[in-house]
Each structure stands twice: as C-alpha cells, then as structure tokens.
C-alpha cells in the first residue's frame, strides 16, 4: 500500500512517521486504533485539519474481511483478504466455560506440510505482517465483543514469522492500547528446535504449545517432514529448555488419528517423551477433512489412549471440538479459499 499502515506501528512509530506534534497525539491515534476505529472521522479527539491529513497519508488497516463464517457451537471465522488479494482465515472459539479466544494466522499458507493438516496442503505464499495480524484480532473483536486470550495458531508456522509475531505482540500488549497480557498468549509450532530455543533466549514470554502428533519418530517423518531436520531427542531437549526459561509449563498436542497414532505402543512412546518435562498434554482427534487420507478416531480409541497417558500419571486433556461446522477446527483452515481472487 502506498499510504502508511497504522494498525502495525507502535505510538512512537505512528508519531515519527507522520511526523506528528505534539507527540500524545500518536497516543491518541493509536488508542483510537485498538479501539476498533475503522475510519479517522470518530477520532473526535483530533481536528478536523488533522483527520483530514491523516486520511491522505495514511490507512488504519491493510486488509478487510471477506466473509464471516457463524458455527451453531458460537464459533466465528472470518476469510481476510490481504490488499494484495491473498485470503486468510481467523477463528474465535469459546470454551466450554464462555472464555473467548482469538486463534489468528501468522501466514498466507503454509510451507510444513503436515500430511494431516488442510492449510499444510495449500503451499506458502508469504509472511503475513504485523499489521496483518493484529487486524485479525480487531476483526474479531469487532464481530464478537472484546477478547482477553490469544493464540497464534492459524493458518501456517508461527516460529518461521517471529518478527511479526513479536511486533504485532508488542502493539497488543502496549498499555497505551489493547493492553493484553502476555500471559493469555499461546504460540503453536509444529517443533522447529532453533526456533522454540529463540523464543526461549529473545521473549516474548508466553505460553508455548508443541504439535508433537506421535513420539515415534519415523511415524513423525512421515506426518509431520519438519521431524527430518528436528530429532524428537532434540525436540525434548528444547521443550525442556523453553520450560525451565520460561517458568511455564508446555503442552505438547497431538492430533488423533484412526488407527495411525492411537495404540498401545504410541501411548507408551508418548509417555516415556512426556516423562520428565513439565508439559501438559492436550489429545486433539482429527477434524475430518474430505480431501485428505485419513479418519476420525473412534471414541473407543480417545478414551483408551487418554487412560494410558494417564495412568503414567501425566497430565492429559481431550480437546472439545469447536468449529468443525464451519471448517474453523485445528487442521481445517484454509478450506474455504486460499488463492488470490
């Protein structure tokens, strides 16, 4: 875009680039952003001479929402489109206690290419930036009233966009705006060793998830091919590292799938991965996907394998599906529409 971005600048960012006096108002105008401000007419606290000038030099927002998509379970999706006409999908889910999450993309697709994964199949376009996600938080806000938590685990790989992550989490946590708190923010990556080691080092410190899927590791390889150049060995050492930097606990997730990943042998492989790591466990069984080669596991199937994890005394949880019925579930984004119009 040829006008300036606010949405992914800082006050001070928004101030120098506008090159505003006095510098409170950046403040102002920034405040006015994580209010949800989709225009600098309601910026009421400005002149009129200034709104006027800031609509020539510059946009609130880089993208738009394209569709909005409402489960009867009172998940939302909205398909985003970029203003270089890629789509993308964010989703807010509700728990079972009414606690409202934001599940925002980080990417336009997907460069893991998890067997088991819809978004994994779509290929990568590029980084989304960090105004490009932070817009998919107001976005929601805007269709489902204000959020507290957030989890950057949408569409493709967040730890290969840190930048952006990083960026948009320090305009979300700001106090001079959204003023979100770190510690509702959850990061889910697929297990790239160099990069959990990076957030452990460099922050933010927030809550980390693992898509570890199965702890056998030519299984791993065959689902999940960023297992060929991040040894389970190496995985754990990470885990283990980012949890005692941290000081939090981790949970490693595993998507559930019918006779691949649920038997006796892979509880057991499961168990001996987990022992020893502060870690919790979250069973995820796998949201159909018409296209891709795989079934849901059967409820015989969760149950035993939850009972194993937890007979070892681990701490395990079975993930409530939430979404399924607009395509918004763990696995299933990007099934409405990936490619540029």
Known sequence: MEKIVLSGLLPEEISSQLNLTPAFRAKQIFKWISLGAESFDVMTNLSKDLRASLEEKAALRSSSVNQVFRDSDGS???????????????????????????????QAGCAMACAFCQTGHLG??????????????????????????????????????????RKAIKILTDKEGRALGSKRMTLSTCG???????????????????SLTTADEDLRKELMPV?????????????????????????????????????????????????GLDANINLIPWNPIETLPFEEPSREECDAFFAALEKAGLNVTMRRRRGAGIKGACGQLGSAKFSKE
């Open 124 to 165: 990568f376009a590029r980084n989304l930036t960090a105004a490009e996600i932070v817009e998919q938080f107001l976005f929601l806000e805007k269709e489902c009233g204000e959020l507290q938590n957030i989890v950057f685990m949408g569409m493709g790989e967040p730890l290969l966009n840190l930048d952006g992550i």
């Open 76 to 106: 939302v999706k909205l398909q985003i489109k970029t203003c270089d006409g890629l789509l993308i999908e964010t989703v807010l889910l509700t728990d079972i206690e009414g606690r409202k999450t934001a599940c925002v993309s980080c």
């Open 227 to 275: 297992a060929k150049g991040n040894s389970l060995a190496d995985l754990k050492k990470a885990i283990a590292y980012y949890a005692q930097k941290s000081g939090r606990r981790v949970t490693l997730e595993a998507a559930l799938l019918k006779g691949k990943n649920t038997g006796p042998d892979s509880a057991a492989r499961m168990v001996e991965f987990a022992r």
């Open 192 to 210: 790239i060793v160099p990069g959990i080691y990076d957030l452990a080092d460099n922050g933010p410190k927030i809550r980390l998830a693992v």
